[in-house]
């Protein structure tokens, strides 16, 4: 029963924090220069002021931004998330169209920097101060602090471009009728080089965390305990060692799960995959707001969505979390 009040209290928390964010999102975007009316009417060739004013009364964009503000929200509270003024299409199929392509992105470059920066972390902790450890560390920093869209541009060349092992750019090949096993490995090479790009800065991220977090383990009472008692090394690291190492990581990863959507748009952008980061960067060039707060809304919920697995997982690692 306590779990279920904790549930409940979180539920309430998130219905508050989704409707501060569609507030201050719709007044972020409307405060930025530009007009979708004179883009629009730029793109159609008759970019005249009589031509512009039409469209800004098409699109509600004449009227007090507190009337535009009641009518916005009032259509989220009912799933509207409106119309794209540039394709002329419900921004939620846009959404939608789109969203398995972000979440597959953004989860496989997740699973791939925590195991990965797992390992190399694991790895460092055991043979700390050696020549591995400092190469290990060189390697995590190297990665953490070159740029994410360098990386991708490398990555490109060396194994499209040189090797020509996989795709550069893509979800899937263009017009290749592909069912079945056969799709499924299609979109699976296509996705090697984004995911990379996107889990190596974080794998660094993860890498120092799990180190720093076993080696101050390593000193701990309960594991000379352990030792002292003849257990034996490997079951020490898995028992003792490493399930204490995760609860920092576990809340970097909740942290992180939100920016790794955030870094999509611009890996999105470079190998031209067709997410949702992608529609936010068209939809920006074009001034298309309803697409714009769609997509910021859509990303705020999967980032709390996110932050309430995390405080789930908590309960489940640490008992001390759980709630009396």
Not at 256 to 269: D, N, P, R
Not at 285 to 303: E, N
């Amino acid at each position: 029963m306590s779990i279920l009040r904790f549930l409940l209290a979180r539920m309430a928390k998130m219905v508050a924090v989704i409707a501060t964010i569609v507030v201050v999102n719709f007044l972020l975007i409307h405060a930025a220069p530009g007009d979708p009316a004179s883009v629009l009417a730029g793109q159609s060739g008759a970019a005249d002021a009589r031509f512009v004013e039409q469209l800004r009364h098409q699109f509600g964009l004449d009227q007090p931004l507190s009337t535009q503000l009641w009518l916005y929200v009032s259509s989220v509270a009912t799933g509207d998330l409106g119309i794209s003024h540039l394709q002329q299409r419900p921004v939620l199929d846009l959404i939608l169209e789109r969203l398995s392509a972000t979440l597959i992105l953004t989860l496989s470059a997740f699973a791939f920097s925590i195991a990965a920066g797992m390992a190399l972390g694991v790895a460092a902790a055991q043979r700390a101060g050696s020549w591995i450890d400092s190469a290990l560390t060189v390697l995590a920093l190297g990665f953490y602090c070159t740029p994410i869209f360098w990386v991708g541009l490398m990555l490109v060349l060396v194994f499209s471009v040189s090797l020509d092992w996989l795709p550069s750019f893509g979800m899937m090949t263009i017009g290749a009728p592909l069912h079945g096993l056969a799709r499924v490995q299609d979109i699976a090479a296509h996705l090697v080089l984004p995911a990379l790009t996107l889990g190596l800065f974080y794998m660094a991220v993860y890498a120092r965390m799990t180190r720093a977090s076993m080696l101050d383990s390593l000193g701990q009472d309960y594991v000379r305990t352990a030792r002292a008692k003849g257990v034996p090394e490997g079951r020490i690291l898995r028992r003792h060692i490493l399930r204490n190492a995760l609860l920092p990581i576990v809340t970097l990863a909740g942290v992180q799960a939100g920016q790794l959507i955030g870094g999509s748009v611009l890996v999105e952008t470079v190998f031209a995959w067709p997410g949702i980061g992608r529609l936010a960067f068209d939809a920006l060039l074009a001034r298309d707001y309803q697409v714009l707060l769609g997509v910021f809304l859509t990303t705020s919920i999967m980032v709390i969505l996110f932050n309430l697995a995390t405080d789930l997982l908590y309960l489940l690692i640490d008992p001390r979390m759980r709630p009396a």
